[in-house]
C-alpha cells in the first residue's frame, strides 16, 4: 500500500513556521503498519517558488511518480479555496487513488464538502490517527468496508452517509511522534526567527510542538479541529449541542470513555518528545502551540518539574499561549515557567468591555484578569503578550473605547484583529444565515417574507453562498464576513486604524459623526469619554457663555 500526504499552502503573506502536525504524525502510523508512505509539503516547497503558490506542473510529476492508493490532504479552516484547486490536481493525476480529506477546512460541516467538492472520498472527522489507521486496515485487506470506520462522512457514489462517531482518544500518550524524518525541517528551520521574545528572534533550529487537544474554555470565535466535545456536539447536532450531547453520549457509551473538553498526554511525553527533538534534530528553541497550557495547572508545574530535571531550561528556551483567568487564579504558575526556560506567554485577551468579555466572547475572563495578568508577567521580567480584535456581535463605541483606553493604560502595541465566524466556531452557528445573507443578497430578501421562493431554491442559494464565504476566508486581520450587529465592515476598518493609533480624539469624532448621520445608539458614547472628545469639549466651552472671546 502506498499513502501521500499533501499539506497546502497557508498564508502566502507568511513564512513556513510550524511543522504539519498532522501528516507527520499519520505518515508515522502507517510506517509502523509498514506502509509505503510520503508527504509533499507545499507550504514548505513554496520557499522554493520565491514564496508563491507551488505551480501545479511540479505538483503533478511529484504526485505522478507513484500509483497512490490513498491520497490525504487537510488544513485549517484558512485552506478551503486552495485544497479545493488542488483536489482537481490530485484527482487528475492519479486518477484511481482514494482522496481522504479532514482537518478544519472540512471536519464541520463534511456533508456540505462533499456536495461541494464531490472528488473526496471521505472525510474524517475530528481526531484521525485511529480512523486513518482502521482506513489502512481496511485497503490493505481488500475489503474496502470504509462505511464500517467510525469517525467518518462518506461520499459513497453521490450518496453522503456518517458513520458511526469515534470517541475521542482517551491516551494521547499513544499518539507516535510526527515522522520528523519525512518533514521538510530544513525548511522550517530557515524561518525559525519569531519576534515574540530575544531567545525566539535569535533562535536557529526551532520546532514546533502540540499537545493538548481542545481548550476547558467555551470561547464563542473559537473551535479545535473537531478534537473536544464541544466541537462534536457541534458537528453532530449541526450547531445544536443538546441534539449533539446525544450522539456524543452514544459514543462514550460505547467505549467506555468521557470526552473531554480539552486532553493532554502525560507532562513526560510531551519532555520526551523536547529530547528526542533536541538529539535527533539540534533544536535550539520549541514553540509549544498547545492553546491554553496555563488552564492546566497542575500539568504544567509537572512538565516544568521534568524539564528542569532534564536539564533542558538550560538548552532549549520554549514559548506557549495561555489565558488570563488561570494566571489571574494561580499567578505563581508564571515564575514557574519562567524559571523551567518558558520567555513568553501569549495571552487571547480579545476586549477589555467587561460586557463584551461577557456577552460576546464567554472565556470566563475579565478586565480584571487581564490587568492581574499583565502585572504578574511584569513582575517576572517577562515581556506580555496579547492578542484583541474588534467586530463581537453587540460590541459598540463605548466598549472599543475601554479596549482602547486599556491599552494606553498599559503601554500595549496592538492591531487588532476583526472577529471573524469561522465554520465550526459557535458564532458561525449561531449567525450562520446572517453570515451568508452577506454573499447573496436574495437570501437577505427571501428572509423577509416578501417573496416566495423554495425552500429547495433557498438551499442552493446558501450552497453557493457557502462556498464563497469558505473561498474568502483568511486571514483575521482582514475581513470576512462580520457579525457586528453594529459597524460595517468599512467602519471597523476605520475604527481598527484608529484603535491601533491610540486617536482616541478621531474615534469619538466619528461616533459623533455618525450618530448625528443615524441616531443610532451603538455610536452614543457615555459622558465619562467626553475629557478625550474634542467635540464635547467644544459643545461645553460654548455653553458655558453666550459669547465667546474672539482672542479664545
Not at 511525553?269 to 502551540?289: G, H, T
Request: aromatic share 10%; proline share 5%; charged share 25%.
Amino acid at each position: 500500500m502506498k499513502v501521500l500526504f499533501i499539506v497546502p499552502e497557508i498564508r502566502l503573506d507568511d513564512k513556513p513556521y510550524h511543522f504539519p502536525f498532522w501528516a507527520g504524525i499519520l505518515a508515522a502510523i502507517a510506517e509502523k503498519k509498514g506502509v509505503q508512505v510520503g508527504i509533499l509539503d507545499l507550504n514548505a516547497l513554496r520557499d522554493k517558488f520565491k514564496g508563491k503558490l507551488v505551480p501545479n506542473e511540479v505538483i503533478s510529476e511529484e504526485i505522478s511518480l507513484e500509483n497512490w492508493d490513498l491520497i490525504g490532504i487537510g488544513g485549517l479552516t484558512t485552506t478551503y479555496s486552495r485544497i479545493k484547486q488542488l483536489i482537481l490536481l490530485i484527482r487528475k493525476s492519479a486518477p484511481e487513488a482514494i482522496i481522504l480529506s479532514g482537518g478544519g477546512w472540512a471536519t464541520y460541516n463534511p456533508d456540505e464538502i462533499l456536495q461541494l467538492v464531490p472528488e473526496i472520498a471521505m472525510i474524517c472527522i475530528g481526531e484521525g490517527e485511529e480512523t486513518f489507521s482502521e482506513i489502512c486496515d481496511e485497503i490493505i485487506s481488500g475489503r474496502r468496508n470504509f462505511e464500517k470506520v467510525k469517525g467518518l462522512c462518506v461520499n459513497n457514489k453521490g450518496k453522503i452517509q456518517f458513520t458511526e462517531p469515534r470517541a475521542l482518544i482517551s491516551d494521547l500518550d499513544t499518539i507516535p511522534y510526527p515522522a520528523y524524518h519525512l518533514m521538510e525541517t530544513e525548511i522550517y528551520f530557515k524561518y525559525s526567527s519569531l519576534p515574540l521574545s530575544v531567545e525566539s528572534y535569535n533562535a536557529k533550529r526551532r520546532a514546533s510542538t502540540v499537545w493538548e487537544r481542545g481548550c476547558p474554555r467555551g470561547c464563542t470565535f473559537c473551535s479545535h479541529n473537531g478534537m473536544s466535545r464541544g466541537d462534536l456536539q457541534n458537528i453532530y447536532g449541526r450547531g445544536d449541542r443538546k441534539e449533539g450531547e446525544k450522539i456524543v453520549r452514544l459514543a462514550d457509551l460505547a467505549n467506555s470513555t468521557f470526552q473531554l473538553p480539552a486532553r493532554w498526554p502525560t507532562p513526560k511525553y510531551a519532555v520526551d518528545n523536547v529530547k528526542m527533538l533536541k538529539e535527533k534534530y539540534e533544536v535550539d528553541f520549541i514553540s509549544i502551540l498547545d492553546e491554553n497550557m496555563t488552564s492546566n495547572i497542575k500539568w504544567t508545574k509537572e512538565f516544568c518539574r521534568l524539564y528542569v530535571e532534564e536539564g533542558l531550561h538550560e538548552k532549549i528556551k520554549w514559548g506557549t499561549l495561555g489565558d488570563a483567568p488561570s494566571v489571574a487564579v494561580q499567578p505563581g504558575i508564571v515564575k514557574i515557567m519562567k524559571d523551567a526556560g518558558c520567555v513568553y506567554i501569549s495571552f487571547g485577551f480579545e476586549s477589555a468591555s467587561d460586557k463584551v468579555l461577557n456577552q460576546d466572547i464567554g472565556k470566563g475572563q475579565l478586565q480584571i484578569h487581564e490587568q492581574k495578568t499583565i502585572d504578574t508577567v511584569k513582575n517576572v521580567k517577562l515581556t506580555p503578550l496579547a492578542t484583541f480584535m474588534i467586530g463581537n456581535p453587540h460590541e459598540n463605541i463605548n466598549d472599543l473605547m475601554e479596549t482602547v483606553t486599556f491599552w494606553i493604560k498599559n503601554n500595549i502595541e496592538v492591531d487588532p484583529f476583526i472577529c471573524t465566524p469561522y465554520v465550526g466556531s459557535p458564532l458561525y452557528y449561531t449567525y450562520k444565515d446572517f453570515i451568508l445573507q452577506q454573499y447573496d443578497e436574495r437570501l437577505k430578501l427571501a428572509a423577509s417574507g416578501k417573496y416566495k421562493v423554495s425552500d429547495e431554491l433557498i438551499e442552493k442559494w446558501k450552497m453557493r453562498a457557502l462556498d464563497k464565504f469558505m473561498n474568502e476566508c483568511g486571514d483575521a486581520t482582514q475581513y470576512t464576513a462580520t457579525v457586528s450587529q453594529y459597524f460595517t465592515i468599512p467602519e471597523l476598518f476605520a475604527l481598527k486604524r484608529f484603535m491601533y493609533k491610540k486617536d482616541l480624539k478621531r474615534i469619538l469624532q466619528m461616533a459623533h459623526q455618525r450618530y448625528d448621520q443615524t441616531g443610532l445608539e451603538q455610536w452614543h458614547h457615555d459622558p465619562k469619554w467626553s475629557k478625550y472628545c474634542n467635540i464635547c469639549k467644544a459643545k461645553d466651552e460654548l455653553g458655558s457663555t453666550l459669547e465667546v472671546p474672539l482672542n479664545r
